[in-house]
């Protein structure tokens, strides 16, 4: 299916909805951070005061009479009812979009519930769909990941195209000793980090673009998408670069190189030579399947830290349904900061990788304790209906 571009300029007006809590900070980080024309954001929740904490984008309250603007109480039934009590509404959304981004953290009531059938609202729209869910902590208990994965069933069998991030992979790269809400920044952060990336894609505008059409025929290939990134300082480097994208860590149960569709966005501070940008193309064709559909763009970015930055998705990688249950691995997320140089790429995040070992040479820092509570009783906070949680600020 061809998808025609509706934007005045010729750039594809991005549509991004974050559903439920964390969906919500996400997104509402992503319109803080983003500034584009052809970007809106809209957060959606059951949870009226949480949307009142969002920093920037349109708040859509769903299910008003049903929850009272109380959320969902942790249960998908609830986020669901409240979705379609708003049906007409969130049909309305998008009008006049080219692409979905839905992001959305599962297990509890709104992001599991609505999530599946907004997704299917879009699709009915003949609107491509994105989807960037997150799978929660193991011992957020057992009912919240049935219900994660549940949603996460739905979701694969409507969106083009699912990217997920288990929360239970990043806490095996920061280690046990890690704080407790270190750790959820640092989810939140690698959330976000994919997002941007997929929306960098398509509104970056350099010599050698990925268009829209591009961008959904790699990633509506059928199985799993995982998402690599890593920066170079040198020209020199940027095979181990690429490398380090390619064959993070991070993941174990995924291998980038089977995948049947790759995007590869190369961006730069300054002009690099030809053998170079030859080189990383080179580089990621020698580590595919010959039949890998492979699409790749480079941008000049002069507000650039770092000379060379390279993304790597791969698509169509698995699509069996084991790997989802048994040990909630269905898509795992691949971020390296690391540097093809003696000098590490900084990142925000308040905690670096813990034991991460990569072929690309770095230095890397054990993961320091910041916060006094246990994981447990963040997550036991977690798991009170919403109103209640606002209710004891109060």
Known sequence: MIFTVDGDNGM???????????????SSTIGDAIEDDNLKIININTDASALERCKS?????IGRSLTNGFGAGARPEVGLDAAKENEDDLKALFDGQDIIFITAGLGGGTGTGATPF???????????VICIPTLPFKTEGELRMKNALEGLKQIKQLANAVVTLPNDNILETLGESVGVFSAFK?????LEDTLRALID??????????DLNDFITVMSQTGDAILGTSKADDQSAVELAVKAAVNNPIYQDRDMTLAKGALVQVNVREEITMGTYNKINDTITSMLKPSTLLVSGITEKPDMQH???????GTGISDTEESVLEGCQSIKLAVS??????????????VTVKKLETNVKGNTVAATRTEPETRRE?????????????????
């Open 337 to 350: 900061n690391e540097t093809p140089k003696d000098t590490v790429s900084q990142t925000e995040a308040p």
């Open 201 to 210: 894609m398509l509104t970056s505008t350099g010599y050698v673009n990925i």
């Open 118 to 128: 907004i997704i299917e609202l879009a699709r009915n729209s003949n609107k491509p």
């Open 12 to 26: 594809p007006k991005i549509l991004v909805l974050g559903v439920g809590g964390c969906g919500c900070n996400t």
């Open 57 to 61: 984008g349109e708040n859509f309250l």
């Open 307 to 313: 000379l060379i930055e390279i993304f790597v998705i």
């Open 186 to 190: 640092h989810a939140d952060r690698m």
């Open 378 to 394: 963040a997550m036991e906070y977690l798991n009170i209906p919403a109103f209640l949680r606002n209710s004891k600020k109060n």
